[in-house]
């Protein structure tokens, strides 16, 4: 797309390579005329005295006009908070990264993806085997409040680290936004890297809690994490549970006595459960922006692992998602 339009095909793409670009064909065509983005847009210019000619009139006011573009994203999302921010941008050094982002605001990630809750499908999961669920967003709600509700039980607090080894899956988003809500940090190893990477990986992250699975298949690949568990837990010296999704019946037969402080998934879940058969109602630990949420690891076969962590910039990801990911 050029910048003029949001629905005509880059008729010269490449333009260093002529032969392709006469081989492009066009996959969308249709003029929108009510996106997000024009939403955004129009509200831009009428608050700010402005006229945005193309998408990069708008994309230029963003980039000389940082704190009220943030600003305006903050309310057109309607980011929930318990606190305001007092400032939302300031640098705090002269390095790219020395900056401080809506300082002053409480609020918590986990807390504003599940604002919505109601009847509509929020996930679709399937996978290679043919299985294939759907979940409102009401019930992705109701399942991350029993992931928290049990992490909070076996003693998950702010700050600690949960892992996945794990693909994919509806219980690895399930897990992830639990811990959010607690103010935990999530991190983990790709479950294909066998145990040795994996360990190194978790020895670097040092997590409380380790959520993986017996076994899935990619691409028609076979893979079974569930046979890597005891030698990772060796080199994870404060682990508290690892949680094991079984996929298989035969698994739930299976001797996980040689996996330290294993759980099955529903058995963990059930400990969070009141004794009254209720799920207690999620806490959303209020936290300030900068804290950190993700862990993201450098793999270093050769070497220990480095990392970096990222706070809550969940709001550049809802910018990207209605903004430019959706049409309408």
Not at 150 to 167: E, M, T
Not at 236 to 250: H, R
Request: some cysteine; charged content about 25%.
């Amino acid at each position: 797309m050029n910048g003029s339009t949001n629905g005509s095909a880059i008729s010269n793409l490449y333009n260093h390579n002529e032969s392709f670009a006469k081989r492009c064909i066009p996959i969308w065509t249709k003029k929108e005329t009510n996106t997000e983005l024009i939403r955004f847009k129009r509200l831009i210019e009428k608050k700010y005295n402005q006229r945005f000619n193309t998408y990069w009139d708008l994309h230029k006011w963003s980039v000389e006009n940082i704190p009220d573009f943030w600003k305006e994203i903050w309310h057109y999302f309607n980011i929930i908070s318990s606190k305001p921010y007092d400032e939302v941008f300031r640098k705090t050094g002269k390095g790219f990264l020395d900056n401080e982002w809506f300082k002053g605001a409480a609020f918590n990630l986990a807390e504003n993806i599940l604002k919505i809750r109601n009847n509509k499908i929020g996930l679709i999961y399937s996978d290679e085997f043919g299985c294939r669920e759907t979940f409102t967003y009401a019930e992705i709600y109701e399942q991350v409040k029993r992931y928290a509700a049990a992490f909070r039980k076996h003693g998950l607090r702010v700050g600690d680290r949960v892992s996945y080894y794990i693909p994919s899956r509806k219980e690895a988003l399930f897990s992830m936004l639990a811990t959010f809500s607690i103010g935990a940090v999530w991190g983990g190893s790709l479950p294909y890297y066998g145990s040795k990477v994996a360990s190194n990986i978790m020895k670097t992250i040092d997590p409380k809690f380790i959520i993986s699975i017996d076994h899935f298949q990619s691409n028609g690949e076979q893979f079974h994490p569930i046979d890597n568990l005891s030698t990772i837990t060796k080199v994870v010296p404060n682990l508290e549970k690892v949680i094991i999704v079984a996929t298989k019946e035969e698994t739930l037969s299976r001797n996980i006595s040689d996996i330290p402080h294993s759980i099955f998934l529903e058995d963990f879940l059930q400990s969070g459960m009141n004794s009254d058969g209720t799920v207690p109602e999620i806490i959303f630990e209020q936290l300030p922006f900068s804290h950190p949420a993700i862990i993201n690891l450098h793999l270093e076969l050769q070497r220990p692992q480095r990392c970096g962590t990222f706070s809550r910039t969940f709001i550049a990801q809802f910018r990207d998602f209605a903004f430019h990911q959706i049409s309408g």
